[in-house]
């Protein structure tokens, strides 16, 4: 998988896009993240990206101009599956998304900022707009952060245990099950004896009743 993130920020990125599972997956080869600067195409002399928006108003627009200059760009190297505008007025993001974007294999991930990108951006050279939630950040860098590391955790290949993002919440439309770690007992707070039991099968079907006690105790609303 290869992820190329447009930004006015790219510094937001250096944290948690070099750490962990995300570091992982780029030093095993099994995916590419790019983060390019869009002030590096802006074809003004003060490296300007935003200008004011038509017909007054607060906010500036992202302009155009470098944004299709920097998708151009990579498009003429290769072909993308999907081009990404992270907007809160997108469709809001979910596992169920992240399953299939996980499935293809280069993506742009558009951040927005100030107003957000000026509306042709969006007409003519975004294939898709996501929401990761009904509330406003101040630019798409976190929202594409979200992404990347949701997407990116589903390469086969990136988690050590292969089965372990299929027992995530979300995947079957249930939530995940209690999960516990040694002591067994602290302060008189016992583990259910069950999980050191060592018998595998008790475990599993203890392990689906506890998933489908969460999510009709939190998510009912994933059984419909
Ligand atoms: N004026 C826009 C509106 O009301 O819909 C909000 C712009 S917001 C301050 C700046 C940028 O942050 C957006 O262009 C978008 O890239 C990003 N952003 C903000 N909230 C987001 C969300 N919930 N999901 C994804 N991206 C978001």
Not at 2 to 20: A, H, K, N
Not at 33 to 38: D, F, G, P, T, Y
Not at 176 to 196: F, N
């Amino acid at each position: 998988m290869r992820i190329d993130i447009i930004t006015c920020l790219p510094d937001l990125f250096e944290g948690p896009l070099t750490q962990s599972i995300v570091k992982r997956s780029i030093s095993k080869g099994l995916v590419e993240l790019k983060i390019h600067n869009l002030r590096d195409y802006s074809s003004n002399k003060h490296l300007n990206v935003d200008d004011y928006a038509f017909g007054g108003g607060a906010g500036m627009v992202l302009m155009i101009e470098p944004i299709d200059k920097c998708i151009s760009k990579l498009k003429a190297e290769r072909e993308y599956d999907e081009i990404i505008y992270l907007t809160p007025d997108g469709e809001t993001y979910n596992q169920g998304i992240a399953n299939q974007l996980s499935l293809k294999k280069n993506f742009i991930l558009l951040c927005g900022h100030y107003k957000g990108v000026d509306q042709r951006v969006r007409d003519h050279l975004i294939t898709k707009e996501v929401s990761i939630g009904d509330y406003v950040l101040s630019g798409g860098e976190l929202a594409a952060m979200v992404l990347t590391d949701s997407l990116i955790r589903l390469v086969p290949g990136v988690l050590n245990d292969e089965t372990s993002a299929l027992s995530d919440s979300f995947q079957d439309n249930l939530l995940a099950p209690p999960v516990y770690t040694r002591p067994s007992d602290y302060k008189g707070w016992k583990v259910p004896e069950v999980l050191t039991s060592g018998h595998e099968a008790n475990i599993d079907s203890w392990r689906q009743e506890q998933a489908l006690k969460q999510t009709k105790e939190r998510r009912p609303d994933l059984l419909q």
